[in-house]
């Protein structure tokens, strides 16, 4: 089933546009091609799925959408934080699509790193050749031995050594592993000059993959697959101090940058996800017939439509206004984590309901609902778990109400 996309009153022409000529690739180039694309069907009697990769890369670069997040002087289609916000759960309605628009995590995160605090070096040497699809990348944050709830217990130390760093430490889940000609790689850094507060001591260094010293010792299993989820060991890798990103000491900001943006875009995706969950499921119950007349007329079912709406509309316009109000330049810190620890949550439920709709078919590779139930239980760790968004948001609270503030909800 196409997806059902029209202009939004509330929103400027730009934006309508955008979503509307993004539902048409993905309705008519994506949606169709779907199990070709990943290797779940033959090609039959169409095209093959290399036909369909080079048709879709001509309509989305004529669309002018390919890497919607990027200004255009760097290969991208220059959209708004907002526009691109509102750009992903169109996207999202194929858990595939978005790779064809050339925004893939981690890549599109190092991306906006790097045209942020990039020099023009770096971004000649990094940045391009990124966007263009000739460089692959990985961002390496996260420790086995330490809480990744608190990124200041990182250990991975960067020592200056003339006009080298010298890096040593143990990361674990660096997506991309495999495949990243570079990391992007958060180091406490030991510098005599730098700042010795507990922030200013972390600084993000770009580690090409293929320097001596950088081991890949194993792809993790995720949900039991082999995973490109890399346990990464660096071991005396010595780069040029060239490669440091941002000032020594921005690092800590540079995360918090690309976190926040990114779990806006996350959860946008997850409306998208959910959005296609909810059509599956309700096509399903029209169709369907058990025990002498079909889902759609049994109460049990219609309470999961119904539940599964209020979930979606809960979850997107708790996503707007979020990202209105970081558009607006407000500080949309406990939005962020709101809508962190609910949307996840509430794809996680439309998704069960879908499964339990479509009986054993749901849990089969023929439907996404596996894909999609395993996207949403790991979203409500990854990012930041539940329990770090949830105390954030009581401690700004907290503090507005011991300022003699209320909270203000609009
Ligand atoms: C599929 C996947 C991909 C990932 N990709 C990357 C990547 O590319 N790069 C990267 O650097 N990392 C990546 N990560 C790691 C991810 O960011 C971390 O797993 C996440 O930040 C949580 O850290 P942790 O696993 O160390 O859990 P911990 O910090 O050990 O937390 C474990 C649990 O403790 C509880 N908890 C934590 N803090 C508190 C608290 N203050 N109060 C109460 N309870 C608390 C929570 O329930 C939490 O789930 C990825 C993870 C996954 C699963």
Redesign the pocket.
């Known amino acids: 089933m196409p997806m059902n996309v029209t202009p939004v009153p509330a929103l400027g022409e730009r934006i309508n546009h955008i979503r509307l000529l993004t539902a048409r690739i993905v309705n008519e180039e994506i949606l169709p091609f779907e199990r070709l694309l990943t290797g779940r069907a033959d090609q039959g009697s169409g095209p093959s799925a290399e036909e369909v990769r080079q048709r879709l890369r001509v309509r989305v670069t004529e669309a002018g959408l390919w890497a919607p997040h990027l200004p255009p002087e760097y290969g991208g289609a220059g959209l708004s934080f907002l526009e691109h916000a509102y750009m992903n759960e169109i996207l999202a309605y194929s858990p595939i699509a978005a790779r064809f628009f050339g925004v893939v995590?981690?890549n599109s995160g190092n991306q906006q790193i790097l045209l942020r605090y990039g020099t023009a070096e770096q971004k000649r040497r990094w940045l391009v050749p990124l966007t263009e699809g000739r460089l692959e990348s990985?961002?390496?944050?996260?420790?086995?031995e330490?809480?990744?709830?608190?990124p200041r217990a990182i250990r991975t130390t960067a020592r200056r050594e003339g006009d080298f760093w010298v890096i040593n430490g143990h990361?674990?889940?660096?997506?991309?592993g495999k495949r990243a000609d570079f990391l992007i790689v958060?180091c406490r850094t030991e510098d005599a000059g730098g700042p010795s507060e507990r922030n200013g001591r972390m600084t993000q260094i770009i580690v090409p993959t293929d320097t001596p010293g950088v081991k890949i010792v194993r792809g993790i299993e995720?949900w039991g697959r082999e995973?490109d989820?890399c346990e990464i060991l660096y071991e005396d890798v010595r780069v040029p101090v060239e490669n440091q990103l941002g000032g020594v000491g921005s690092g800590h900001e540079a995360a918090q940058v690309r976190l926040g943006a990114g779990r806006v875009y996350h959860c946008m995706n997850a409306v998208g996800h959910m959005w296609r969950a909810f059509d599956l499921m309700v096509e399903r119950t029209t169709l369907r017939e058990v025990h002498g007349g079909l889902l759609e007329t049994r109460q049990f079912v219609q309470g999961f439509i119904a539940d599964s709406y209020i979930d979606i509309q809960a979850a997107r316009l708790m996503t707007i206004a979020c990202a209105e109000k970081m558009d607006a330049g407000g500080d949309a810190r406990t939005e962020i984590s709101a809508i962190k620890v609910f949307v996840p949550a509430a794809f996680e439920r439309v998704v069960d309901r879908a499964i339990q709709v479509w009986g054993a078919a749901g849990v089969s590779g023929d439907l996404p609902f596996w894909a999609m139930a395993q996207g949403a239980r790991?979203l409500?760790?990854?990012?930041?778990?539940?329990?770090?968004h949830r105390?954030l948001i009581a401690k700004n609270v907290l503090a507005g109400a011991h300022a003699g503030q209320g909270w203000n909800f609009g």
């Open positions: 995590a981690p990985g961002f390496s944050m996260t420790e086995p330490v809480a990744g709830s608190d990361k674990w889940f660096t997506s991309n958060m995720v995973s989820h790991t409500r760790l990854a990012d930041g778990p539940d329990e770090v105390i």
